[in-house]
T-cell receptor
Framework: SQKIEQNSEALNIQEGKTATLTCNYTNYSPAYLQWYRQDPGRGPVFLLLIRENEKEKRKERLKVTFDTTLKQSLFHITASQPADSATYLCALAQARRALTFGSGTRLQVQP | DTGVSQNPRHKITKRGQNVTFRCDPISEHNRLYWYRQTLGQGPEFLTYFQNEAQLEKSRLLSDRFSAERPKGSFSTLEIQRTEQGDSAMYLC???????????FGSGTRLTVV
């Protein structure tokens, strides 16, 4: 069956360092992958999309890579700040289908 | 436009009762999605509309759940004969183009007692 795996353990890093979150998937051929941020009690907020034919995408301090051979996406936040502390969700979709979400990884940035 | 609006924000109901939630998407978005989320998990897909047509429905979705989007604007999600396992956050999202992702509402938190 299709599976999306994100590290269930929280990631704790120091302010200013680069945070790297991992998303692995199996039995899936996504057309694109998206990353979302979710704060407690709120709905997810869209951050970035990367398509199956793209290797890397950047937006300000965010960088996403997509390796369809390894079936993995990496999400990087450079120069991390305490305000970046949140849960980050990976989501995949095939063309014209709804997104399937991973369970998310909680990031805690210590000042 | 104030984004995706969901009502009510919170709902407490007794087991066996029916509940209905409403979602008002961003007006120019033609796609509308319903998801359910429990603590520590990611959103779980329930159903998806493009305009008024229901294009996809999760196989996990019990027949106690039904959703409508009359006239392709707002949507309602009804749960009949609620069970304690239905307790969750129900999230609605809308989108126009996958490039810009989904815009989620703040959700309706359902507690079945």
């Amino acid at each position: 069956s299709q599976k999306i795996e994100q590290n269930s353990e929280a990631l704790n890093i120091q302010e200013g360092k680069t945070a790297t979150l991992t998303c692995n998937y199996t039995n899936y051929s996504p057309a694109y992958l998206q990353w979302y941020r979710q704060d407690p009690g709120r709905g997810p907020v869209f951050l970035l999309l990367i398509r199956e034919n793209e290797k890397e995408k950047r937006k300000e301090r965010l960088k996403v890579t997509f390796d369809t051979t390894l079936k993995q996406s990496l999400f990087h936040i450079t120069a991390s700040q305490p305000a970046d502390s949140a849960t980050y969700l990976c989501a995949l979709a095939q063309a014209r289908r709804a997104l399937t979400f991973g369970s998310g990884t909680r990031l805690q940035v210590q000042p | 436009d104030t984004g995706v609006s969901q009502n009510p924000r919170h709902k407490i109901t007794k087991r066996g009762q029916n509940v209905t939630f409403r979602c008002d998407p961003i007006s120019e978005h033609n796609r509308l999605y319903w998801y359910r989320q429990t603590l520590g998990q990611g959103p779980e897909f329930l159903t998806y509309f493009q305009n008024e047509a229901q294009l996809e429905k999760s196989r996990l979705l019990s027949d106690r759940f039904s959703a409508e989007r009359p006239k392709g604007s707002f949507s309602t999600l009804e749960i009949q004969r609620t069970e304690q396992g239905d307790s969750a956050m129900y999230l609605c999202a809308s989108s126009q183009n996958e490039e810009y992702g989904y815009t989620f509402g703040s959700g309706t938190r359902l507690t079945v007692v």
